[in-house]
C-alpha cells in the first residue's frame, strides 16, 4: 500500500467516522456532539473571527452556531457536505448576530467612518490577539465591515455574488463593488507593508 | 511612492495567493464548550416539521404586528370623536330615563363584564401553561407591541363604561382581546426556561 492510499484510507475513516458522530448527534448524543464541535469548532471560529473582527463577539457567536447547528442538525440530510452545511449555518449565524447588534443608522455611519479609522482600528485590536494573525487578516479585520463580510463570502468561502447579495440583501453589483473596494484596499495596505519591509532591510 | 503605484504593485494573482494561504482553522482563547454544553441541555433538538412551524409563526407575527397597529390607529380615531358624545351625555341625564338603567343597559353590563371576565380566564390559562413567565424577559419591541394592545383593550373598555349599547365597540373590545391572546400565544414561547440564556454564558 503506497502513501496516497494510506492517506485515502485515513480520509474514509474519518469520513465515515464523521457520519457515525452526525447520525448520533441527531439521536440527541451530546457525546458525538461533542466530537463534532472538537473536528470543527476552529474552522468555524475563524470564520466567525474574519466575519466580525473582534475576538469576543467571534467566540459568543461560534458558540451560538453550535446551539443553532444541534437544534437543526435533522435538517441535515447529507446532499452536501457536513462542513460545508455547517459554513452556511454559521454564516447566517454571524450575520443575524450583525443585524440584531446594530440598527441601520449605526451600521450606514460605521461604513462610511470605518474607511477612514482603519488606523484606529488597528489600534484597537490587542496585540496579544493580533500578533499571531497573519498578515492579511489583519487587513481584512480593518476592512470597512460591509467589504469585509464581501471579501470574506466571496474570496475565503468561495459563495457567488448573487449568493452573498442574497444573504446581505444588496444588489449583486453592490456585492461586486464591495468586493472590488476590499481587494484595493488590501492590495494597498499590503503593498505599503512590503515598502515599509524594503525600508527596514 | 504613491498609493496608486502602491496598489499595482501587489497584483490580484499575489493576493489570490495569500487568501489561499491562510489558515483555515483558528483556536479560540476560551473553552467554547462548557457555555454550549449547558446550553443544549436546556434546549432540545427540534425536528424538520418544527423548523417549518417555526416559520410560520414567524410569517404570522407581521400581521399580527399590523393587526396591532390597526386597532390602535381605530382607537385613537375613535377616542377622538369620543368627546362629542360626552358632551351630549350630561345633557340626556337630566332626564329621569336617563337616571334610571334599561333593562338593555343591564343586559350589556353582564355582556362585558362576561367578555372580560373570559379574556382574563383565557390569559391567565395560557400565562399557567407556560410556567408563569417574565414578560419582561422578551425582547423589548415584542414588549411594546403587548403593551400597545393592553391600552387598546383598556381604552375601549373605559369607552365602553360611558357607551355601553355600542355594539361595535363590543366588536372591537373582542378583537383586541383576541390579538392580544394570539399575541402572547407566540411570544410565550419564547420566555421562561425556553429563552436563548446561552449568549450570556
Redesign the interface.
Known amino acids: 500500500m503506497n502513501s496516497s492510499q494510506v492517506i485515502d484510507a485515513q480520509n474514509l475513516f474519518a469520513s465515515s467516522q464523521e457520519q457515525e458522530w452526525i447520525a448520533q448527534a441527531?439521536q440527541?448524543s451530546?457525546a458525538a456532539?461533542?466530537q463534532l464541535?472538537q473536528l470543527h469548532?476552529?474552522?468555524v471560529?475563524?470564520l466567525c473571527?474574519r466575519m466580525l473582527a473582534d475576538?469576543d463577539s467571534?467566540?459568543?457567536v461560534?458558540?451560538?452556531v453550535?446551539?443553532v447547528l444541534?437544534?437543526?442538525?435533522?435538517?441535515f440530510r447529507g446532499e452536501s457536505k457536513f462542513s460545508t452545511w455547517l459554513h452556511s449555518v454559521a454564516s447566517n449565524v454571524v450575520l443575524g448576530h450583525l443585524r440584531k447588534q446594530k440598527n441601520w443608522l449605526q451600521r450606514v455611519f460605521s461604513i462610511e467612518d470605518q474607511a477612514g479609522k482603519s488606523q484606529e482600528i488597528e489600534e484597537a485590536i490587542p496585540l496579544d490577539d493580533s500578533s499571531e494573525l497573519?498578515?492579511?487578516?489583519k487587513h481584512i479585520a480593518k476592512l470597512p465591515e460591509r467589504a469585509r463580510l464581501v471579501f470574506v463570502l466571496f474570496?475565503?468561502e468561495g459563495y457567488r455574488h448573487e449568493e452573498i447579495a442574497n444573504m446581505l440583501n444588496m444588489a449583486v453589483g453592490s456585492s461586486k463593488s464591495q468586493y472590488h473596494r476590499a481587494?484595493?484596499l488590501?492590495?494597498?495596505w499590503?503593498?505599503?507593508d512590503?515598502?515599509l519591509g524594503e525600508a527596514n532591510e | 511612492m504613491n498609493k496608486q503605484a502602491n496598489v499595482e504593485s501587489i497584483t490580484d494573482q499575489v493576493l489570490a495567493d495569500k487568501v489561499n494561504s491562510l489558515p483555515d482553522e483558528m483556536t479560540p482563547e476560551r473553552d467554547l464548550w462548557a457555555g454550549i454544553e449547558r446550553a443544549i441541555q436546556a434546549k432540545p433538538q427540534q425536528s424538520t416539521s418544527e423548523f417549518v412551524v417555526d416559520d410560520s409563526k414567524r410569517k404570522y407575527f407581521t400581521p399580527t404586528a399590523w393587526a396591532a397597529s390597526v386597532v390602535a390607529a381605530v382607537l385613537v380615531t375613535w377616542l377622538s370623536f369620543s368627546p362629542v358624545e360626552e358632551q351630549v351625555k350630561p345633557l340626556t341625564a337630566q332626564t329621569s330615563e336617563a337616571n334610571q338603567p334599561s333593562n338593555k343597559t343591564v343586559v350589556n353590563d353582564e355582556l362585558v363584564a362576561m367578555i372580560q371576565n373570559n379574556f382574563t380566564e383565557q390569559r391567565q390559562a395560557m400565562l399557567v401553561s407556560f410556567g408563569q413567565p417574565d414578560l419582561k424577559q422578551l425582547p423589548l419591541k415584542m414588549q411594546t407591541q403587548l403593551t400597545q394592545l393592553a391600552q387598546a383593550r383598556l381604552a375601549i373598555e373605559k369607552a365602553l363604561q360611558n357607551d355601553k349599547n355600542n355594539v361595535d365597540l363590543l366588536n372591537l373590545l373582542r378583537f383586541t382581546q383576541q390579538q392580544e391572546l394570539n399575541l402572547l400565544q407566540q411570544l410565550l414561547p419564547l420566555t421562561g426556561s425556553q429563552a436563548p440564556k446561552w449568549q450570556t454564558i
Open positions: 441527531k440527541g451530546q456532539f461533542h464541535y469548532h476552529k474552522r471560529y475563524a473571527w475576538k467571534a467566540e459568543d461560534c458558540q451560538e453550535f446551539v444541534w437544534q437543526k442538525i435533522n435538517n497573519e498578515e492579511l487578516d474570496a475565503v481587494k484595493s488590501l492590495k494597498e499590503l503593498s505599503e512590503a515598502a
